[in-house]
């Protein structure tokens, strides 16, 4: 089966660590995301990458790190200079980044601290 | 910049009522504007994705219909069920980099 999958589902921090969330796509896309949505709120773009080895800020980077190694994997770490980061996270990939793409979103991290 | 607006932030209907989601932008020139559903602790499913060129797409039981100059995107849902309560998100396309700015969702429930 083709899609997107997120690990772990739950995932708990003490302050002052770094914690990584893992995104891996098998549908070939060459454009992956990172948005983080709080309670009762639209999503908020993380950052975003359109080619392996290559990635851009989003609204709301700060606090944040990605890594795009390989075109299937686009990992998120959440360091400690990240004030706030309770919230579910959700990795996106489309076909290409382009402006007629679908968005296809992956199942979600919620991330509490503790 | 871009905002994004949905109005009611939340909708209670009996089963088989037609209903109507809005979605409001601040700035016309987007590239497309798409609708996705979020059930509770899920992610997004795509429903629609209107191109900018377009006015209106259709799927199943679902319409939506894009009017750049006024700047409103609806999300008709024809005799809704039960199954259809979620929260319904739209998302405007701003950027040659296919960027997404989301409007914070309207919570659908439809009651049997």
């Known amino acids: 089966d083709g899609g997107i999958t997120q690990s772990p589902k739950y995932l708990f921090r003490k302050e002052g660590q770094n914690v990584t969330l893992s995104c891996e796509q098998n549908?070939?896309?060459?454009?992956m995301y990172w948005y983080r949505q709080d309670p009762g709120q639209g999503l908020r773009l993380i950052y975003y990458?359109?080619?392996?080895?290559?990635?851009q800020k989003g609204d709301i980077a700060e606090g944040y790190s990605v890594s795009r190694e390989k075109k299937e994997s686009f990992p998120l770490t959440v360091t400690s200079a990240q004030k706030n980061p309770t919230a579910f996270y959700l990795c996106?990939?489309?076909?290409?980044?382009?402006?007629?793409?679908?968005?296809?979103f992956g199942p979600g991290t919620r991330l509490t601290v503790l | 910049k871009q905002e994004v607006t949905q109005i009611p932030a939340a909708l209670s209907v009996p089963e088989g009522e037609n209903l109507v989601l809005n979605c409001s932008f601040t700035?016309?020139?987007?590239?497309?504007l798409q609708w996705f559903r979020q059930d509770p602790g899920k992610g997004l499913t795509s429903l629609l994705l209107?191109?900018?060129?377009?006015r209106e797409q259709t799927s199943g039981r679902l319409n939506a219909s894009l009017d750049k100059s006024s700047g409103r995107s609806t999300l008709y849902i024809a005799a809704s069920q039960p199954g259809d309560s979620a929260t319904y998100l739209c998302?405007?396309?701003?950027?040659?980099?296919?960027?997404?700015?989301f409007g914070k969702g309207t919570k659908l429930s439809v009651k049997p």
């Open positions: 700035d016309s020139a987007i590239y497309n």
């Open positions: 998302a405007a396309t701003q950027g040659s980099q296919g960027n997404l700015i």
């Open positions: 209107i191109q900018s060129s377009q």
């Open positions: 996106a990939s489309s076909i290409s980044g382009g402006t007629v793409d679908t968005q296809y």
């Open positions: 549908l070939n896309h060459d454009a």
């Open positions: 990458s359109q080619i392996v080895n290559d990635f």
